[in-house]
Structure formats: C-alpha cells, structure tokens
Nanobody
Framework: QVQLVESGGGLVQAGGSLRLSCAASGSFFSINDMGWYRQVPGKQRELVAVMSSGGTTNYADSVKGRFTISRDNAKNTVYLQMTSLKPEDTAVYYC??????????????WGQGTQVTVSS
C-alpha cells in the first residue's frame, strides 16, 4: 500500500508564489508518472502538470511559464513550484502517483488534497 502526503498549500496574494510537495511512502516496485491535478467545486478535476520517470513534463496551457514540476526520485517526492499566481488558480490541488507493485501491476494513488487560495 502506498501513501501520499501533501504539504505547502495556503493563502497567497495574486502575483505571489507557493511550493507544493508530495511524498510517497509504502511498498512499490517502481514509480512511473507523478503529477498534480486541481479541482474547484462544481468542476471536474483537471491536470496541472505531470512528470514521467524519465523527466518528460506536460503542463496545462493555463499554467505554462508560471508553474514548474520537479521530482526527487531518491525521496519519492514531487514538487510544484507555482509563481505569478492568479485568483483563478484557487483550487484544491491533488498529488497523483502512478506506480508498479512488486507483481508488476499498475496502480494510481491520490493525495488528500491541499487548498491553494489566491486573493486578488
């Protein structure tokens, strides 16, 4: 079983910065993609950024140039550096992990979510 612990959310003024962290722990054979999604009430959860085990990244158009995803494979941790934040970035941010178990089955786990609020 794999657990994800997120941290780093909070309240920030427009134009400010925040850094989210998500640490994975538990039993797994290897980690594939690690990423961040966000959701606001009444809307579907949407991709923010994802990074493959090889370092390939994919960003939502709305965050390109402002957010940077990175990961520390030794610590099984993924980060999201958010700069030039806008009120429309306000959402609950969820960490997502895709991994393989020792029996080579693929799983997806979600973090508990962390609130990011950007005031105008």
């Amino acid at each position: 079983q794999v657990q994800l612990v997120e941290s780093g959310g909070g309240l920030v003024q427009a134009g400010g910065s925040l850094r989210l962290s998500c640490a994975a722990s538990g039993s797994f054979f290897s980690i594939n993609d690690m990423g961040w999604y966000r959701q606001v009430p009444g809307k579907q959860r949407e991709l923010v950024a994802v990074m493959s085990s090889g370092g390939t990244t994919n960003y939502a158009d709305s965050v390109k140039g402002r957010f940077t995803i990175s990961r520390d494979n030794a610590k099984n941790t993924v980060y999201l550096q958010m700069t030039s934040l806008k009120p429309e970035d306000t959402a609950v941010y969820y960490c997502n992990l895709q991994y393989y178990s020792s029996s080579y089955r693929r799983y997806t786990n979600w973090g508990q979510g962390t609130q990011v609020t950007v005031s105008s």
